[in-house]
Antibody
Framework: QVQLQESGPGLVKPSQTLSLTCTVS??????????WSWIRQPAGKGLEWMGH???????KYNPSLKSRITISVDTSKNQFSLKLSSVTAADAAVYYC????????????WGQGTLVTVSS | EIVLTQSPGTLSLSPGERASLSCRAS???????LAWYQQKPGQAPRLLIYGASSRATGIPDRFSGSGSGTDFTLTISRLEPEDFAVYYC?????????FGQGTKVEMK
């Protein structure tokens, strides 16, 4: 059973770069054909898909994040990561990592989420 | 970008009642790539329905999804106490993948 766990700083200063990692257990991040995604949810609000990295290493990002986002994979650590630059208060949210399955591109596996606050 | 509009915003019902939640897309969702999620406070969303009408593993059969094109519905046939939560639809047929704003099902 695949399990995902987010980690990273809970507090980031405005204009700095937010960096989070999702550690994958119960399977290899380099096997199969899956989309490894980041999704965020500001407090009391809805969900926003930020982007994903495919098993092949190709990426796709939400245009709303323009050029601020980078998703990468570290196969040696069985992790994938999110970097979001030039953060503002609008980037404060719970950040989730998620993955699809062989049956569907929808998000079946989710991490528990990690809260990121943006404040000086 | 496909905008998903969910209605109603809040649904007040009693256990045992039937719930019908609507999700309308601004453009046709290709290949019915439409999913429904349930989210409870402090928890990650849980996938209920994918492909508009297929139940995810372990989801009770009181949850059903229907629709195609731009109009989709999630139906909960008889509400159980654990079903009171927020429900989101999501399309994954066109990038960027997008979510609806959610429907809260609250206990009357």
């Amino acid at each position: 059973q695949v399990q995902l766990q987010e980690s990273g700083p809970g507090l980031v200063k405005p204009s700095q770069t937010l960096s989070l990692t999702c550690t994958v257990s119960g399977g290899s991040i380099s096997s199969g054909f899956y989309f490894w995604s980041w999704i965020r949810q500001p407090a009391g609000k809805g969900l926003e898909w930020m982007g994903h990295i495919y098993t092949s290493g190709s990426t796709k990002y939400n245009p709303s994040l323009k050029s601020r986002i980078t998703i990468s994979v570290d196969t040696s650590k069985n992790q994938f990561s999110l970097k979001l630059s030039s953060v503002t208060a609008a980037d404060a949210a719970v950040y989730y990592c998620a993955r699809d399955t062989e049956k569907t591109l929808a998000f079946y596996y989710w991490g528990q989420g990690t809260l990121v606050t943006v404040s000086s | 970008e496909i905008v998903l509009t969910q209605s109603p915003g809040t649904l007040s019902l009693s256990p045992g009642e039937r719930a019908s939640l609507s999700c309308r897309a601004s453009q046709s969702v290709s290949s019915s790539y439409l999913a429904w999620y349930q989210q409870k406070p402090g928890q990650a969303p849980r996938l209920l329905i994918y492909g508009a009408s297929s139940r995810a593993t372990g989801i009770p059969d009181r949850f059903s999804g229907s629709g195609s094109g731009t109009d989709f519905t999630l139906t909960i046939s008889r509400l159980e106490p654990e079903d009171f939560a927020v429900y989101y639809c999501q399309q994954y047929g066109s990038s960027p993948w997008t979510f609806g704003q959610g429907t809260k099902v609250e206990m009357k």
